[in-house]
């Protein structure tokens, strides 16, 4: 990127040359920076002494005149005067900028690929280092990201988003300081004590006095949009995280001014970086002489015109010449040297661990500039970026206590599917329907009602959805009522609330507990629409409603015009409808507390004045679920309730006929779109999306993204051919990892004999595929992934359309060197499109940033069954486990295999205390309280046992696999399992890695005793690509000459093994999203790769058992 002059200096070894040209350099131009001035004017600020500060200037003398010197840094000082004197300055000086780890053109341009290779792969998580940074200077504590994670719970694949939304990022922040700092103060309500994880280095750093001031730590989050309804509005809840919206650029400067000079405040905005990069290249090359000089400026920049958005930190506002100073912070792949003194600085050196391995981007730009990069309308939420504030205040207005926890409320709970992974174009009734039947079975059903309505189902075959799918049920209630995916996506309106309130009628009735939980639908309006019309609920009686809510607990899903509710058009609808739960209500402040369903757009929970609630929710309405029915009844609903029953358009049309049923396709470019149109057209007619997402084994919320790794997609369809077609369907992918422009990287110091061999895919080797799939078409199809860029950067490619980075092959023309393809596009006309085959090769070819590899082909083909998949298996499933999302990376595959271990022998040890998606309720004579899942495990349970944990060495040296034996008998103490894990080839001699059969009999286990064996292996020799993995044996066949059974054992066969073979070994994957669900492979070909043996088992009390 591009960063502004003097925030460097050149060092005592600079050239005279070089200072001469910087001391020349023209106020305004936009030049590389360095870290050695930054630490120099530090220390001359606040020093007091002038000679100190012109010293820095003191390698020019020899070739400068002392007037121009001394001009130089006066200006230099003038520029700086204002950052120096700040904190802030002090605290970012040590880490280091691009200019300090990367060198850059004579134009003071950094190349885009030298920015790519100086991040940590896979974790170009600029908002996670923002907040970290941001909480850490604010509170005086160490807070590395590694800590955010571990206090949020979150899943560690967070690491692989390039960016978050704005909202998500105010619960990442707002959650940790909640977590962290909120136990004694006055604003946790009556939070149970599974909220709170103090911070144990607190103590370690801070007084007495400034730990009570921890309490005080809050934040706020605020957009840009201009459009306020009613500006001169006087009920004000600005204070409980909400802040009014910046609707102007004078607002914006009144802002900065106001808060940017307060000791213990940080910014972090949410800009587009697109925008903010051509305005500076815009700049540049103004100023060149020639179009070919200002074209090669304009051709530098990094980021495209579609780019989703980055996160930085606002260090300074120069308000004299309207610029502001950002920081873009990186994880780098490496760690940098600080620069700390025993100075002025030395009082941040206990931030060294949060700094070790980040690297900033620093810019000067602008406040129009950076001011249309926040404003700029998110292409994703449809909504202004904005920015959140981490901040001091003793004077911060309370919230309102939830009646329900805010971990059960989010879903973390229920030990699968969460709020926050739910897709944002989910039409929010859909989302309500499911929030309100999770809370239902959370706090209203018994757990007899639980067991019970687990059991119903109305699809033809066992639902695979209550047996592996847990969280938030929102898969549930769309396969229960049968639900297309066109309305599953829709947008909600007035009357959704009515379709609503029937359809989860239905629900309940099919589910026969409808009995357990009553329900009751109020419709708020005004006669005849009008504005000024006469209510038929007014507002006493709807705080009647809501009181009663919180009193009972029972759980109200209200819908209301999100404008009038924000008092912001945000929404251009006439009508604008979206969907909440009340958590709470404060009469005497006469505010509501409300759970959001999308948050994505929308923060977790938010605060709205009850008279405003009141006025948004006329002319829409809201469901109340209670257990009582005087509860109900008390509502005075009846009328709302008959007259929803008795419209049709509230209830669900028929099914249709399978003879009358055909594929269509949904209005986004989805790859389960191309995936059921593949298996649809090798001859099974009943095959379309909806029935594709029923039986593929995930959350229907996992495939509405635009994109998918090809290993999530290739089980998906494995999994739709084992529950639905009987395995008729087998699938085989294949990656293009290397291939000639991207060579494999060289082998040093590899072991003898076990030399990874990489291989390198070409052209011709793709050809074959494609060609080798058209043959037969009627029994083969090649469904091909590839970098979607790739084909709309190159003119020659027919495809008007963004059909998503799927599409299968249809046929090939030779003569033109062109392959034909289907993707997913809505449209018929932009459906198939041809493609020079050098071109999809390179398109195959990308490498993927978040998978960490190649893109690359699935063959799908009826000519073989996938049954000896499944035969003699133990019948291992990572969706067993806690899978935080089985579409994105794994962090751990140690932690991961662990994880399922323990998850599959505690279910046979003791009863999962899981109940249809609710935690173990304990009745108190006081309150319910409710605990976390467990007996259900993540492989994140396990990494946050440990004492500490680095992300860049952990994803740089694969530091779990060093060291499996003590990691794992450490957490299955603090977790108080009952299990422990064993080093085999400890104890069965080294002779077992050089033997086949050897190590097929270590991998079986013990004869007799429940025991799950975790092999780490070289991903070079199994998967072509260098690293470590883990995975779990999940069977082991010996090839037995005497057995007789030739017929069974050619199924069992591994392609490629020797004639000879001792047998083969299925390894469920650790990281299936990277190196697949499962793999097979021959005793030969594990030995060579196989790096160690582990078996996980039940600790035995002998003197119990006597």
């Not at 229907?700 to 999994?719: K, V």
């Not at 035969?871 to 899978?883: F, I, T």
């Not at 579409?887 to 994880?899: E, G, R, T």
């Amino acid at each position: 990127m591009i960063t502004r002059d003097f925030a460097a200096w050149p060092s005592s070894t600079a050239s005279p040359l070089k200072c001469l040209a910087w001391g020349a350099v023209e106020t305004g131009e936009v030049v590389a920076v360095g870290r050695e001035f930054r630490r120099i004017s530090c220390q001359a600020s606040t020093s007091g002494g002038a000679a100190a500060h012109l010293s820095v200037g003191g390698v020019c003398k020899d070739v400068v005149a002392n007037g121009q010197a001394v001009h130089g840094l006066r200006n230099a000082t003038r520029r700086q005067t204002f950052l120096v004197t700040h904190l802030q300055e002090l605290f970012f000086a040590p880490i280091p900028r691009f200019s300090d780890v990367l060198t850059c053109s004579e134009a003071g341009l950094f190349n885009k690929h030298d920015v790519e290779k100086l991040m940590l792969p896979g974790a170009s998580c600029s908002w996670l280092c923002c907040a970290s940074l941001a909480i850490s200077y604010v509170s005086g504590v160490p807070t590395p990201v590694e800590k955010v994670l571990r206090a949020n719970r979150m899943g560690v694949h967070y690491i692989s988003f390039p960016t978050i939304t704005l909202a998500e990022l105010f619960d990442v922040v707002n959650d940790y300081i909640h977590t962290c700092y909120h136990r004694t103060s006055v604003h946790n309500g009556n939070c149970t004590e599974d909220e709170f994880e103090d911070d144990e280095e607190a103590a370690q750093y801070l007084s007495e006095d400034e730990q009570k001031e921890l309490a005080n730590i809050h934040c706020e989050m605020a957009i840009f949009d201009n459009d306020v309804l009613d500006p001169e509005f006087g009920e004000d809840i600005h204070g409980m995280g909400e802040h009014p919206p910046i609707t102007s650029m004078a607002q914006f400067r009144k802002e900065l001014l106001l808060h940017l000079e307060e000791e213990k405040s940080m910014y972090i905005f949410n800009y587009n970086p697109y925008v903010l990069e051509q305005s500076q290249l815009r700049l540049r090359s103004n100023h060149c002489d020639t179009e070919e000089e200002a074209a090669m400026i304009m051709s530098t920049a990094r980021f495209p015109a579609n780019t989703t958005g980055l996160f930085g930190i606002l260090l300074s506002f120069d308000s004299m010449k309207h610029e502001v100073k950002v920081l873009t912070p990186y994880l780098s792949a490496e760690q940098h040297s600080l620069p700390f003194n025993d100075g002025e600085e030395g009082h941040v050196r206990h931030f060294a661990s949060t700094f070790a391995n980040f690297v900033m981007e620093e810019q000067v730009v602008s406040l129009q500039a950076f001011y249309e990069s926040v404003h700029q309308v998110d292409s994703y939420l449809h909504l202004s970026r904005g920015f959140v504030r981490v901040f001091k205040s003793k004077s911060f207005t309370p919230k309102v206590p939830s009646i329900f926890p805010l971990f059960v409320l989010d879903g973390s709970s229920a030990g699968g599917l969460t709020m926050g992974v739910l897709n944002v174009t989910i039409a929010p009734h859909v989302l309500g329907l499911a929030m309100l039947h999770h809370l239902s079975v959370t706090f209203l059903l018994t757990d007899s009602a639980r067991r019970k309505q687990s059991s119903r189902n109305l699809l033809s075959k066992a639902n695979v959805c209550d047996v592996k799918l847990r969280g938030i049920p929102l898969t549930k209630v769309c396969q229960q009522l049968r639900l297309p995916l066109s309305m599953i996506v829709c947008e909600s309106n007035r009357s959704s609330i009515e379709a609503a309130y029937v359809w989860y009628h239905l629900f309940l009735q099919q589910l026969q507990i409808n009995q357990d939980v009553r329900i009751g639908l109020i419709l708020p309006s005004r006669r005849d629409g009008a504005a000024d019309g006469q209510p038929n609920i007014t507002d006493s009686e709807f705080l009647n409603h809501l009181h009663l809510i919180v009193q009972s607990q029972s759980v109200m899903l209200i819908s209301f015009n999100i404008n009038i509710a924000l008092n912001l058009r945000i929404d251009a609808r006439c009508e604008p409808a979206h969907f909440a739960i009340v958590i709470g209500v404060d009469g005497e402040r006469g505010i509501v507390r409300l759970a959001d369903v999308n948050t994505k757009r929308f923060r977790k929970t938010w605060h709205i004045p009850a008279s405003r609630l009141y006025n948004a929710v006329m002319g829409y309405g809201y469901i109340v679920a209670s257990k009582d029915k005087k509860v109900i009844k008390s509502l005075n609903g009846k009328q709302f309730h008959e007259d929803a029953l008795q419209c049709a358009r509230n209830f669900l049309p028929p099914s249709t006929p399978a003879v009358h049923q055909r594929f269509e396709y949904p209005s986004c470019p989805y790859p389960v779109t191309v995936l059921a149109d593949a298996v649809e057209r090798l001859g099974f007619a009943g095959t379309n999306v909806e029935r594709f997402l029923n039986f593929c084994g995930f959350h229907i919320s996992y495939f509405l993204s635009h994109d998918m790794p090809l290993e999530g997609a290739a089980f998906a369809i494995q999994n739709y051919s084992h529950y639905a077609l009987d395995d008729a369907v087998s699938v085989t992918t294949m990656h293009y990892d290397f291939c000639e422009e991207n060579p494999p990287p060289k082998e040093e110091g590899a072991e003898v004999g076990v030399t990874p061999t990489y291989p390198v895919r070409s052209e011709a080797d793709f050809l074959q595929a494609i060609q080798y799939a058209i043959a037969d078409p009627a029994k083969r199809k090649l469904i091909v992934k590839y970098d979607l860029s790739v084909l709309q950067a190159n003119a020659a490619v027919w495809n008007g359309n963004d059909g998503s980075g799927f599409a299968f092959v249809m046929y090939y023309e030779a003569p033109t060197k062109t392959v034909v393809l289907s993707d997913a596009s809505p449209s018929s006309f932009y459906r198939s499109f041809a493609c020079p085959l050098t071109v999809l090769f390179s398109a195959v070819c990308s490498w993927d940033r978040v998978d960490l590899r190649g893109r690359g082909t699935i063959l799908l083909t009826t000519e073989v069954t996938q049954e000896s998949v499944y035969e003699g298996a133990k019948g291992y499933d990572m969706a067993h486990a806690l899978v935080h999302h089985p579409f994105k990376p794994i962090f751990s595959a140690v932690f991961s295999c662990l994880a399922l271990a323990s998850t599959e022998i505690m279910m046979n040890i003791e009863t999962p205390t899981l109940l249809g998606g609710a935690p173990v309720s304990i009745e108190d004579e006081e309150k319910r309280k409710y605990r976390r899942y467990n007996n259900i495990f993540s492989a994140e349970d396990f990494l946050y046992t440990l004492p500490s944990f680095n992300v860049c060495e952990w994803r740089m040296q694969s530091v779990d696999i060093h060291d499996i034996v003590s990691m794992a008998n450490r957490a299955f103490a603090t977790l108080r399992l009952p299990l422990r894990a064993v080093d085999v080839l400890q104890e069965t001699g080294a002779h077992t890695r050089a033997d086949p059969k050897a190590l097929l009999r270590a991998c079986s286990g013990v004869n007799g005793v429940l025991t799950i064996i975790l092999v780490t292996y070289d991903t070079g020799m199994l998967h072509g690509v260098p690293g470590w993995s883990a995975g779990l044996v999940n069977r082991v066949h010996f090839l037995d000459d005497e057995s007789g059974d030739e017929e069974s054992e050619a199924k069992l066969m591994v392609p490629g093994a020797p004639e000879n073979s001792a047998g083969s070994v299925q390894l469920l994957e650790g990281d299936p999203c990277r190196w697949g669900a499962c793999s097979e492979c021959s005793a030969e070909e594990l030995v060579r790769a196989v790096k160690g043996i582990y078996r996980v088992e039940e600790v035995i009390d002998d003197g119990a058992d006597e």
